[in-house]
């Protein structure tokens, strides 16, 4: 049997390792293992240093769909470890716990303005345009990229939403046509949620707290999150609740305050799924983009 070495994970993780958690296979990927047990969904993913809620992070170059992971398979604790498999199992003896909440900063619009700037700058620079990403590429820059039909159907909902969201109303019902819309584990409108709530999160300040609190509502309202699967429902309630991923947060504090590290933590970001990373990314780009005008046209009537 291959012992697997964690090396970071979340309190919650931590918790489950020291109550022994009964745990469960959910799903199996070559990269990342989803378990369910005590009404929550856990993951562990290969990708050392990598942070989430309900996550740990293990070194490992060899696939997890080799390792005979059975989904319905009851992941047992043995000898202190969690056994996956016959095959692997997971030693938790030296992981290190980090925190999944960012810090919240001060509104500095001219400190946002830089870094939507190098936002863009790096954007073009990487040729990157998918999902989410075409539609904030046409609206923001000026650019006549076409959208596939996926594309400008998430996109139309995502604006609808966000008009909504800064108008104050009819926010539930933009939230239901959104949520859900998509493919994929996690669908490009719920990462494009999944963007604002992050970024939001993040910034001081009544405009920021009151859009975010509209478009948490929206999302948070009865029955909306049963349009979406199960993982993505997970995501969402994480950063509904301010968890979110070490990516995530990174890529928030870059277009808040660190300029410098935009272009790499757009990177970073891009490299998770196949459109996940650039749906967050033009959600959190996208509502920082409307706040920035909203703070002009306050200014202006002063």
Known sequence: METLCAKVCDSRFEAAIRARMTLRVLQVFDHAVNLEGGGQLWTVVARPGFAAPFTASVATRRSFADAR???GGAAGWREGRLALSSDVRIDFSSCRTVPTAGEEMAWDVAAVRCGLTAF?????????ARGCLLGYRRRWLGETCALDVMSSFVWRRADDLMRAAFAGEGVEAAARRLVGAGQGLTPAGDDFIAGVLCVLGGVGGPDARRVRQAVAD????SG??????RVSRHMLACELAGQAASTHLRFRRALLR?????????????SVGHTSGADFAAGAADVLRRLVLLTDVSGRRR
């Open 120 to 128: 863009d700058e790096a954007l073009v620079a990487s040729g990157e």
């Open 258 to 270: 660190d300029t410098r590290d935009v272009g790499s933590a757009l990177s970073e970001l891009l």
């Open 224 to 229: 909306v999150l049963d349009a979406t699967t």
């Open 218 to 221: 929206g999302v948070g309202a």
């Open 69 to 71: 992971i059975r989904p």
